[in-house]
C-alpha cells in the first residue's frame, strides 16, 4: 500500500509558489454519470511530478471503501496513492509525487 499524502507543500508560500509555476497544470475530473455531482482538481507539476488535489466534493463511502487516485502511463493506470479516509469535502490534498508524465488522472472507489 503506497503512502497517500506527504507534507512536501507544507507552508502557504510553497503552494501558492507550485500553482503560480508554469509546469504546473489544472487537470479537472470529470464525474462518472453513478457519481454526476463529485467533483475533484487535480494540479499536476510536469517538472517535479508534484500533485495537489483540489476542490473535492466527493460521494461518502461505506467504512470498507477508500479513495484511490490513479494516473495513465503510456495507456496504463497507475497508482497515485490512497486519499485520506475522510476527504468527501476538502480544499486541498497534498499526495506524494508521481516519477513519470502522466496522460490522464482518475479517482476511484476501492475496497479496503
Given amino acids: 500500500m503506497n503512502l497517500a499524502c506527504t ?11 507550485f500553482l503560480k509555476d508554469s509546469s504546473t497544470m489544472q487537470v479537472p475530473l470529470l464525474a462518472t ?18 500533485l495537489v488535489l483540489s476542490d473535492l466534493s466527493l460521494p ?7 479513495f484511490q487516485l490513479w494516473y495513465m502511463d503510456q495507456g ?15 480544499s486541498m490534498i497534498t499526495m506524494r509525487p508521481i516519477p513519470v508524465p502522466a496522460q490522464a488522472f482518475a479517482i476511484t472507489i476501492e475496497p479496503i
Avoid: F, M
Avoid at 455531482?37 to 487535480?42: E, F, G, P
Fill in 33 to 50: 454519470k453513478s457519481y454526476d455531482s463529485s467533483k475533484a482538481v487535480v494540479w499536476w507539476n510536469r517538472e517535479s511530478g508534484q
Fill in 7 to 17: 507534507s512536501s507543500l507544507s507552508s502557504k508560500d510553497e503552494l501558492i509558489a
Fill in 76 to 90: 496504463k493506470p497507475v497508482d497515485a496513492g490512497l486519499l485520506p479516509k475522510a476527504p468527501a469535502v476538502a
Fill in 60 to 66: 461518502e463511502l461505506n467504512a470498507d471503501q477508500q
